[in-house]
């Protein structure tokens, strides 16, 4: 609680430079911690329920965020451009990923979590370490260029998931058609 004051790029609360967040509302709002670039981890609470466009965006320092089963889906821009970021805990409840993590320099691995049905187009477009990635059970649809710039080395299949097939390290639809995901 306190008087929030950005300067130069980075929040203060109560004249304290904010570097760690434990988030206990039920909306972060649109472009709430944008550009805040001290911060470095992020704890979103249980009641948090929405996750705005562009709320970390552009948080360079930010290295670690949490997100709780409350969440359902990443809006876009949610991370874009967080160039620190490395690791990521997606929960189980999420069913969507928009374009939330583009520009994610640092991260060198995803796992898609078995609740997610849809990747977006763009959705970790230019996550310029982003080698590894692991494709849960439920996801139906991948978006045209959703790891565009991404130079993924290992893709990974969930065996349950009945919507794509992976062949000599290459992602098919069910009929056959390589995804274009790159």
Same mark, same amino acid.
């Given at each position: ?10 929040? %203060? ?25 001290? $911060?470095?981890? =992020?704890?979103?609470?249980?009641? =948090? ?21 409350? #969440?359902?889906?990443?809006?876009? @821009? ?24 583009? @520009?994610? !320099?640092? $991260?060198?691995?995803? =796992? ?13 477009? @230019?996550?310029? !370490?982003?080698?590894? #990635? ?10 045209? !260029? ?10 990974? $299949? ?10 000599? @390290?290459? $992602? %098919?639809?069910?009929?056959? =058609?390589? #995804?274009? %995901?790159?």
């Amino acid at each position: 609680r306190g008087t929030p004051t950005h300067f130069a790029g980075d929040l %203060y609360i109560n004249g304290e430079l904010l570097t760690r967040a434990n988030i206990t509302a039920t909306k972060i709002n649109d472009g709430a911690f944008m550009g805040c670039k001290s $911060l470095t981890s =992020v704890t979103i609470g249980n009641g =948090v329920k929405t996750i705005g466009n562009n709320a970390f965006e552009g948080c360079t320092s930010l290295t670690s965020i949490t997100i709780p089963d409350s #969440v359902t889906s990443l809006k876009n @821009g949610t991370f874009s451009d967080c160039s620190s970021l490395t690791d990521i805990q997606l929960p189980n409840s999420l069913m969507s990923i928009e374009g939330a993590f583009s @520009g994610c !320099s640092a $991260l060198t691995d995803i =796992v898609i979590p078995d609740g997610v049905t849809e990747i977006y187009p763009h959705a970790f477009v @230019g996550c310029s !370490s982003l080698q590894t #990635v692991t494709i849960g059970k439920g996801v139906q649809t991948i978006g045209d !260029s959703a790891f565009a710039g991404c130079p993924i080395e290992n893709m990974y $299949l969930s065996a349950e998931n009945p919507n794509f097939v992976m062949r000599d @390290g290459i $992602l %098919y639809d069910k009929g056959m =058609v390589a #995804v274009k %995901y790159a």
